[in-house]
């Protein structure tokens, strides 16, 4: 089994202009490669990422592996939310 943290699969999708992202939900995606959280819309995405996309994250050492189900990325930042006062 890959060391790292698991995420879903069918999370990990890439967009049109070539950026592969984790959908975080509500609209909101974290880019895989620079860490950055973006906002991003339904049709700026491609498709869901295939072994070829999760191959290149492994060469640039943001995933560590993956199968069928899981993709292991070597670090993911927390997602802030606001708490209620």
């Known amino acids: 089994m890959a060391g790292g943290t698991p995420v879903g699969r069918s999370w990990v999708v890439m967009l049109h202009n070539g950026m592969a992202v984790i959908d975080w939900g509500d609209g909101l995606f974290l880019d895989a490669f620079t860490g950055n959280f973006v906002q991003v819309s339904e049709d700026q995405i491609s498709h869901r990422a295939q072994d070829s996309d ?3 994250l492994i060469r640039v050492g943001r995933v560590e592996g993956y199968n069928r ?3 292991y990325f070597t670090s993911l930042p927390e997602r802030s939310i606001k708490t209620l006062d």
Do not use: N, P, T
Request: no cysteine.
């Open 54 to 56: 999760l191959d290149w």
């Open 69 to 71: 189900h899981q993709v």
